[in-house]
Structure formats: C-alpha cells, structure tokens
C-alpha cells in the first residue's frame, strides 16, 4: 500500500467516525464515555495523519 492510499484511507475512517460522533451526541441512547471514546480515537487518527504528512 502507498503511502498517499493509506494517508487517504486514514481520512476516511476519520472522516466516518467524525460523523458517528455527531449522530453519537445527537442521541439520547449513546453515554459520554462511548462519546469520548470515540474521541480520541478521532484524534488519534488526526494525530497520524498530520505526522504522515510531515513526512
């Protein structure tokens, strides 16, 4: 895998757990904790993006 495929998967998985964390807190049915979690799962991802594209 290249390193411009893996950079642009990376996006979408943020870019989908972006949207989940959105639905997330628009729901009654899902708790802070679940919501932080994925949090900083986003941020993560973020995280190796940015160092990827340092690179």
């Not at 411009?4 to 989908?16: A, P």
């Amino acid at each position: 895998m290249s390193l411009s495929s893996h950079l642009q998967e990376l996006q979408k998985k943020h870019e989908t757990l972006s949207k989940k964390v959105e639905m997330a807190q628009r729901s009654p049915g899902h708790s802070n904790l679940e919501i932080g979690e994925m949090k900083k799962q986003k941020l993560k991802l973020k995280e190796t993006i940015e160092r990827m594209q340092m690179t």
